[in-house]
């Protein structure tokens, strides 16, 4: 089975277009491709309840960021500074880049 190719990779800067976080920005922390979810940082915080035990000595509520669907968040542009819409295009260098769709800006990937 051959892998789903995503349009925003862990470390992008991504705005949230849709849901309860609608607005928010953030840098992916992890995409779990299984899930078609992303983890977004400072974005989607839900509270658990952990007991004391050998990693936590001390119980009690914590908060963490929750995954959120993969379709709810689009690449920010550094030119825009907005969520956009992206292309493909191939460099001079056989490197291939992401292109904005409104201000034809690359991002290159490492």
């Not at 849709?18 to 607005?23: M, T």
């Not at 922390?29 to 979810?37: A, D």
Request: positive net charge.
């Amino acid at each position: 089975m051959e892998p789903i190719k995503f349009h925003v990779r862990k470390n992008d800067m991504v705005l949230v277009v849709a849901g309860k976080e609608k607005g928010k920005s953030g840098k992916i922390l992890r995409v779990l491709s299984q899930k078609n979810r992303v983890v977004v940082e400072k974005v989607n915080f839900v509270k658990r309840h952990s007991r004391p035990s050998g990693k936590t000595r001390q119980g009690g509520i914590i908060q963490k960021e929750a995954p959120i669907h993969i379709s709810n968040v689009l690449l920010l542009c550094p030119k825009c500074n907005q969520g956009v819409r992206t292309g493909k295009r191939l460099l001079e260098n056989k490197k291939k880049a992401l292109v904005c769709k409104k201000c034809g800006e690359l991002t290159e990937r490492t």
